[in-house]
């Protein structure tokens, strides 16, 4: 059974740090893009980080660049979100997805195929 699992929600205060990590199962990740989306109450999801599946391409919304790292650690199968500095527009509900065979760029949500749950991030004072 193909499954993604994210954690490491939580609360945090304005410029603290948090790291999320997305945890796969039924399926090796070597072969697939993984992307982190985020969806606040309200608005739409919106794609956060890409990581591609070859060369470990990354991709960020321009938001979070310089905030934000992804990695993917092939041996444990878990692909992280590394997120500095956040900030109060930071809350969301966080997902992570895989997408199979994508080397570069940041797909379309239409074209990841597995998604995982979700892990709720709360920047606030």
């Known amino acids: 059974q193909v499954q993604l699992v994210e954690s490491g929600g939580g609360l945090v205060q304005p410029g603290g740090s948090l790291r999320l990590s997305c945890a796969a199962s039924g399926f090796t990740l070597d072969y697939y893009a993984i992307g982190w989306f985020r969806q606040a109450p309200g608005k739409e999801r919106e794609g956060v980080s890409c990581i591609s599946s070859s060369d470990g391409d990354t991709v960020y919304r321009d938001s979070v660049k310089g905030r934000f790292t992804i990695s993917r650690d092939n041996a444990k199968n878990t692909v992280y979100l590394q997120m500095n500095s956040l900030k109060p527009e930071d809350t969301a509900v966080y997902y992570c997805?895989?997408?199979?065979?994508?080397?570069?760029?940041?797909?379309?949500?239409?074209?990841?195929?597995?998604w995982g749950q979700g892990t709720q991030v709360t920047v606030s004072s």
């Open positions: 997805a895989a997408a199979e065979g994508v080397v570069a760029g940041f797909p379309p949500p239409a074209d990841f195929g597995s």
